[in-house]
């Protein structure tokens, strides 16, 4: 058993907010470059001239690359062999969490009741999902997610009857009707399988893949490449201005479902596709 204090997953925490907001990962601008020299559209060539021209801004003065820093989404695999100690979990990530948006100066947007519309000035809670993994170590991904493309995000319960094509047709769909509101081009999480619940966050899950890694299953790989060309070919375009790169793309997680069911996720990310990891 291997004793971990929870002040260093609240320094990690801090860390990559920051660098998160930050520092665009490597795939995504590689994902820009290509756009910029295959898009075929004037005005959208412009666009990914200006996401990389954002994206180097940000890296070198170490400012946020979007006004909107996000919902703190931490993806945590913990060992089972790691004892935690010194603190609360949850509310290290928290601390973590404030610490990083204070000190780094990222917009706080989260409020504290759904209603009463109250900012917690910190940006915390944190979102967190927790897997008990073989081990003595601790993975934590952050993922900031933007409010514009979380709010495109749609859950379909389909027929086991509609197959593949009823598939391909829900995520097709839900990214035709988000239109240029996530701030294409975007990439598109699709969860398939489980329950209600557990499809939503596979969904979230896909996006934390890097770009051009496609699924293992080469079914499913298959599905991927065919979602991004129905989806590139709606022509929505970078920033919504026209074009043929409306997704960077298509990402799909799968798990086991009941007979009866097939449930179906979309969480679409903006282009600002963000996610930091640390293994403690």
């Known amino acids: 058993m291997r004793e971990v204090d929870v002040k260093l997953i609240t320094d990690a925490v801090a860390e990559m907010s920051k660098e998160a907001n930050y520092f665009l990962g490597d795939d995504v601008v590689q994902a820009f470059e290509k756009g910029l020299k295959e898009e075929e559209s004037p005005v959208g060539k412009e666009m990914f001239s200006q996401l990389l021209e954002n994206a180097r801004i940000a890296r070198e003065e170490e400012v946020p690359m979007c006004q909107d820093t996000g919902f703190a989404i931490l993806f945590v695999e913990l060992g089972q062999d790691v004892k935690l100690v010194g603190g609360d979990f949850t509310e290290a990530i928290n601390e973590g969490v404030r610490r990083g948006y204070t000190d780094g100066y990222l917009r706080k947007s989260i409020v504290s009741d ?4 109250v900012n917690t000035k910190d940006n915390t809670p944190a979102i967190i999902h927790v897997e008990i993994v073989p081990g003595d170590q601790i993975k934590l991904t952050l993922a900031p997610k933007g409010g514009g493309s979380e709010n495109m995000s749609a859950v379909g319960m389909l027929k086991p009857a509609q197959g593949a094509k009823g598939l391909v047709d829900f995520v097709v769909d839900t990214v035709s009707k988000a239109g240029p509101n996530p701030c294409p081009p975007v990439v598109v999480g699709v969860g398939f399988g489980g329950t209600f619940e557990k499809v939503a966050y596979l969904a979230k899950k896909a996006l934390l893949r890097p770009l051009g890694e496609p699924n293992p299953d080469p079914f499913y790989a298959d599905l991927e490449k065919e979602m991004l060309e129905k989806i590139n070919n709606l022509g929505i375009g970078p920033q ?5 790169f409306t997704a960077l793309g298509v990402q799909i997680e799968v798990f086991p479902c009941h007979i009866a069911s097939m449930p179906a996720a979309v969480n679409i990310n903006c282009h ?9």
Do not use: D, M, T
């Not at 919504?240 to 043929?244: F, L, P, Q, V």
């Not at 600002?272 to 403690?280: D, F, L, N, P």
């Open 240 to 244: 919504g201005y026209g074009g043929r």
């Open 272 to 280: 600002a596709s963000r996610h930091k990891e640390r293994v403690i």
């Open 114 to 117: 759904p209603l009463e519309r």
